[in-house]
């Protein structure tokens, strides 16, 4: 059982606190991803678990064992870096012979390991192949080979796809999520992009100013974001401040909600464009608003919008299905109607 | 003129490097094979000029010799005062060419990886040999051995170190630029999270990833002490290297006869060794920048996910 915990972990760089009492814990198996914008701590968390930074305070272990202050080289994890660092003087294949052979491993067990290895990232062509021979997702395959060829027990990988393209990106996602559960080892991902960060992860830390601000499993996060900057992070989102009357917020014909605690005189309200329903015509349900501009996103097309609540224009942008979208021509009035279900409030 | 030597084998990797890039053009083709005859004419004239000349028995009215001969080089390969300037020489830049490798590639490396605040110090006392005269250290050495060391005063050793300390620059600005060119921090850490000790991370990563440097450095290193004079005349006085000698030849050149011929041919033998090693240099770094070079041989590459 080799889980990952982190407690209170804390990392200054001279005044500035890039970590600031981190707690998480990874669950054996698992694939976490470390979601946040740059900046917000996520790499320096994963250096830490790497050992390749030491934490000011707190404390790193795996599995049993408090790794805190362990040499990078003694720890039992593999790494995938940012841009491809494979090493060029070295084939595909001595790449991954590599954390073997400074182990000292018999040179039998090497090669079947390496054949292994090969097979499972889908590189027993590219073997003997240099690096710079090899495309940005085969260099990227072979890292992972690479990191996982000393049987460690976590793997951790920092923004593995983001020098890549977006085709290649997507399917190496899919290829990295697919090894990590046919081995069946405990990972950690860090990522900007939140919807590689849903697709490939178990659950998602959200990253802010150097702490966790939320971890979930992607769905709940994607409904259910705890946090300001949880809401603002994932998922596009309506984003509108309104007035607190009478303990509750809301968009006079269209929703009405308790206000958050705490909120003084105004609230922020949260709600994702696909709840927003629009309706042609001046008569149902909804807050009358005009259509400003219309933009064709394929399945779907997404409408900006701006109606009135107390005399203030509210613009907001609401998504529906592109073949009803066609009845619907910008500079038109519709009706806009929002599910109070799905709408969160923080306080401003 | 040794330096030269070594600096021009790093120009022409350069040179050739920028011709295979822009080969599809054929505009300014032309131009190139114009300055590369200009070049080469360059280069050639003087050394045929001194080739000659080290076969001539007299050489004063016409354009070619009157006749030639093979006795200069006879006498001079069998002189053992000039063998064993030979062998002082190339000792003496061989030791400063290894003493500054060791010396300054672990420094670059620290500095890099380790610690980066002792860059600025480091390259400083980087720049520090280009901006005095040789000759002010030499007599700042001399000054400061006779009163640390006076017994090596004129010694091997003592010129051996301040070679050394002439010469490190070089080695130190081609393996720093080598390391930055193979990202050198970025391989220390993903070598340690691959588990290799630091000793296996220099040995199997960095050392291999920056040989090109390595060998550039010592090539010029080498030659800057080769063909060092000024520093060897104040503080190596007891010694014979080369150029101590060529200038002994040069000032004698009306007491002994056929001194200029000897002189041709001391100078074609500095030439040889250091083409051999510079081609060497370039040989070598051509297999390492064919291998490190992006697209290399990949012309199969794309598409294949």
């Known amino acids: 059982m080799s889980g990952v915990s982190l407690v209170g972990v804390t990392k200054m760089y001279g005044a500035v606190k890039a970590l600031d009492h981190v707690s998480v814990d990874v669950r054996d198996g698992e694939l976490l991803a470390l979601l946040g914008p740059s900046g917000c701590g996520k790499t320096t968390l994963l250096r830490c678990v790497a050992g390749l930074e030491r934490p000011d305070r707190g404390s790193v272990e795996i599995g049993e064992a408090d790794i805190t202050v362990t040499p990078t080289r003694e720890r039992p994890i593999g790494m995938v870096f940012q841009n491809y660092a494979l090493f060029p003087n070295l084939t595909v294949r001595q790449n991954i012979a590599f954390p073997l052979e400074v182990r000292h491993r018999p040179r039998t067990e090497i090669d079947a390991r390496v054949y292994e290895l090969l097979d499972l990232v889908h590189l027993t062509e590219q073997g003997d192949r240099y690096p710079k021979q090899i495309s940005g997702g085969q260099a990227q395959r072979c890292a992972l080979g690479r990191a996982l060829a000393p049987n460690p027990e976590v793997l951790l990988l920092d923004e593995p796809l983001s020098a890549l393209d977006a085709l290649v990106r997507g399917r190496l996602r899919d290829e990295i999520r697919r090894v990590q559960q046919l081995v069946g080892i405990t990972a950690i991902y860090v990522t900007h992009d939140q919807s590689e960060a849903m697709a490939i992860a178990d659950r998602v830390a959200v990253m802010n100013a150097g702490r966790v601000e939320q971890i979930a499993a992607p769905a709940d996060l994607y409904d259910m974001p705890s946090t300001q900057f949880s809401a603002k992070f994932v998922g596009s989102r309506n984003a509108v401040e309104l007035a607190v009357r009478n303990g509750q917020v809301g968009i006079p014909g269209s929703f009405q909600i308790d206000a958050p605690a705490g909120s003084n005189g105004h609230a922020l309200a949260f709600f994702r464009p696909e709840d927003v329903k629009v309706s042609v015509g001046d008569d149902g349900p909804g807050m009358a608003a005009r259509v400003e501009l219309k933009i064709f996103l394929g399945a779907t097309t997404r409408l900006h919008l701006v109606g009135e609540a107390d005399g203030e224009p509210i613009a907001l942008f609401g998504d529906l299905p592109s073949r009803r979208a066609r009845q619907i021509g910008e500079g038109e009035m519709v009706r806009v109607d929002v599910d109070p279900d799905h709408v969160q409030a923080f306080p401003v | ?305």
């Not at chain 2, 599809?24 to 004239?45: D, I, P, Q, T």
């Open chain 2, 1 to 305: 003129m040794a330096v030269e030597a070594g600096s021009s084998a790093v120009t022409k990797s350069r040179a050739a490097a920028s011709v295979r890039s822009s080969d599809r053009k054929s505009v300014g083709r032309v131009g190139r094979a114009v300055f590369f005859g200009f070049a080469l004419f360059y280069f050639c004239v003087p050394m045929a000029a001194v080739l000659i000349y080290s076969f001539a028995t007299r050489w004063t009215a016409n354009v070619l010799p009157d006749g030639y001969t093979l006795d200069w080089w006879r006498a001079t390969l069998a002189d053992p005062r000039i063998q064993s300037a030979f062998f002082t020489s190339i000792s003496l830049a061989s030791l400063t060419a290894i003493l500054d490798i060791a010396v300054v590639v672990p420094a670059a490396y620290w500095s890099r990886v380790r610690n980066a605040r002792i860059r600025p110090v480091v390259e400083v006392a980087a720049a520090v040999p280009f901006a005095l005269p040789y000759v002010v250290i030499a007599f700042g050495l001399m000054q400061f051995s006779g009163v640390v060391a006076p017994q090596f005063q004129g010694t091997f050793p003592l010129l051996v170190a301040g070679h050394s300390a002439i010469a490190f620059p070089f080695v130190y600005w081609a393996v720093d630029g080598a390391m930055a060119a193979a990202g050198i921090e970025r391989l220390t850490e993903t070598a340690e999270a691959c588990g290799a000790s630091p000793y296996q991370a220099l040995m199997r990563v960095v050392l291999p990833n920056i040989s090109a440097g390595l060998v550039t450095g010592g090539l010029l290193s080498f030659a800057a002490s080769f063909g060092e004079f000024a520093m060897a005349q104040i503080i190596g006085r007891s010694l014979d290297t080369v150029p101590l000698w060529s200038a002994e030849m040069i000032r004698s050149y009306t007491d002994t006869a056929g001194s200029y011929n000897r002189l041709a041919v001391v100078t074609l033998l500095t030439f040889a060794v250091l083409f051999v090693l510079s081609a060497l240099v370039v040989y070598w770094n051509r297999g390492q920048t064919v291998r490190l070079l992006p697209g290399a041989g990949a012309s199969d590459q794309g598409g294949r996910q």
